[in-house]
């Protein structure tokens, strides 16, 4: 396993609800920014949420409203609630780790990422 590991995607119906989990290794969830990405077919992969070590949140404008992001230090754990899903929010979520902010995303620590597909 890497340093991220990401569970809890899968096939959800329009208006439904799922819970994605990122289990971090210690170094990288103690020292880091974390967050969500998002990659459509054929898209750009796109910001879907990050928390900082102090719990400071921010999302995507397609996401706010609708999903939480929030971190379980205990169990170094960032979990991402996502709800009022609709065919737009299909795609690949990857987990990060971002030593420098969701700025650089090419300088990040990445999980495998898990398929989230949302169906009519």
């Known amino acids: 396993q890497g340093p991220l590991v990401e569970s809890g995607g899968g096939l959800v119906q329009t208006g439904g609800s799922l819970r994605l989990s990122c289990a971090a290794s210690e170094s990288i969830f103690s020292a880091n920014t974390m967050g969500w990405f998002r990659q459509a077919a054929g898209k750009q992969r796109e910001l879907v949420a990050i928390?900082?070590?102090?719990?400071?949140?921010d999302y995507g404008d397609a996401v706010k409203g609708r999903f939480n992001i929030s971190r379980d230090n205990a169990k170094r754990t960032v979990n991402l609630d996502m709800s009022s899903l609709t065919q737009e929010d299909t795609g690949v979520y990857s987990c990060a780790g971002l030593p420098y902010g969701p700025q650089h995303p090419g300088h990040a620590w990445w999980g495998q990422g898990t398929q989230v597909t949302v169906s009519s």
């Open positions: 928390i900082t070590t102090d719990g400071s949140t």
